[in-house]
């Protein structure tokens, strides 16, 4: 599990920073021109990084406003199953379950349809309106997609509305037209980070691959799920790029991951993030793909810490409960923040949602605690 304590992670700069002319940009001017579709630039996007201490909160109003206007006062419930942990041959550095990881995780192989569809529906029964089914590994066999597209098929017949997402690497020919003709609504595949930061991150796949099954996703007519990891060393620069190519890409939905450094990977260590620069970034990405559902994930817990109230003013969605090989906050703490918040889950109006709420192990046929 990650380490590390809040004073041992990035600091806010004292000084306050000013805008190119010395004065705090106008964020209602630039919501405006987003709506008006004259779209964030670049000098725009780095203004949105740099945003002084006291002005953030403005910042996240703003960008707030383009939240409402497009996803109303709703937050989407998701909900991973991690249908197979650990053991993957690539070298992602951020990754828990890479090529050599020491990473204490939960390490299996493929788990079976029956338990797969009981994991599933104990997120739906908590507020999750997707389900995202996601397995380790550089991408599929051919026999991995037809294994998936059982599992799918049992909780499709068993849950007609829940929106299910696949997630399970870099997929070949055809790959994707299966998965959508066994009633896969989604495909997630996050760009994680900037080209041009990309090799510092792994060697064993490059950007392109990545683009590459975003792209066949899409044109299989799998809506695009596409994201970040922050706080792994990128720059400003870095992180604008990255953005844009999310923007670019045209991803329905983007999940912003906070890096969680685990013990045992080569990040290990690395606490670049506060809780007013992740509020920064979110607002970023809210800014330049004003449409686009953007979830806070993995890391929020431990990177926006109290602020995590705030950043749902600019996110639309998160995970309910735990993540692939870590543990987020209780079940009941995420849907008590957003009613506190004033929000509601997307939703919820169907049968037995809230019914069980209690997620706390995803320890697939254990008690155990996924990273105990
Ligand atoms: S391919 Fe996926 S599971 Fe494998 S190391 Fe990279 S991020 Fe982790």
Request: a negative charge.
């Amino acid at each position: 599990m990650p380490t590390g304590t809040p004073e041992a992670r990035g600091a806010e700069p004292t000084d306050v920073q000013t805008i190119a002319n010395g004065a705090p940009m106008g964020w209602q001017r630039v919501v405006e021109d987003v709506v008006a579709g004259r779209g964030l630039d670049a000098e725009g996007a780095a203004a949105i990084l740099a945003t002084p201490v006291d002005q953030t909160l403005a910042l996240v109003g703003a960008a707030g406003e383009l939240r409402r206007r497009h996803f109303g006062n709703t937050v989407k419930v998701n909900y991973l199953v991690n249908l197979k942990s650990g053991l993957c041959p690539e070298d992602c550095t951020y990754c828990s379950q890479r090529l050599g990881s020491a990473a204490q995780i939960l390490k299996y192989s493929w788990i079976d349809a029956d338990e797969a569809v009981r994991q599933a529906e104990l997120g739906i029964q908590g507020g999750a309106s997707r389900v995202c089914m996601v397995a380790s590994g550089k991408g599929p066999a051919n026999r991995d997609v037809d294994r998936v597209a059982g599992m799918v098929g049992q909780l499709r017949e068993r849950n007609p509305d829940v929106e299910i997402c696949a997630c399970l690497g870099i997929l070949k020919a055809g790959q994707a037209e299966k998965l959508r003709d066994v009633g896969v609504d989604a495909y997630n595949h996050n760009l994680n980070t900037a080209e041009s930061k990309y090799e510092d991150i792994c060697t064993t796949h490059d950007f392109a691959d990545r683009v590459a099954t975003v792209e066949a996703a899409k044109t299989a007519g799998l809506s695009p799920c596409s994201g970040l990891i922050v706080g792994m060393g990128e720059t400003d620069e870095q992180l604008v790029e990255a953005v844009f190519a999310l923007r670019d890409l045209d991803a329905d939905s983007i999940p912003v991951n906070f890096l969680m450094p685990f013990d045992g990977t080569p990040l290990e260590g690395t606490w670049e993030l506060t809780p007013l620069k992740c509020l920064r970034i979110l607002a970023l990405v809210r800014l330049a793909a004003p449409a686009s559902e953007v979830r806070m994930a993995a890391g929020r817990e431990i990177h926006l810490r109290s602020l995590q109230p705030f950043a749902l003013q600019v996110a639309n969605s998160l995970f309910l409960g735990d993540y692939l090989t870590s543990e987020g906050q209780e079940a009941e703490a995420d849907l008590a923040m957003i009613s506190d918040a004033g929000f509601e889950v997307l939703g919820a109006s169907r049968e037995n949602v809230g019914a069980n709420p209690t997620i706390r192990r995803r320890g697939v046929g254990t008690a155990v605690a996924p990273n105990a």
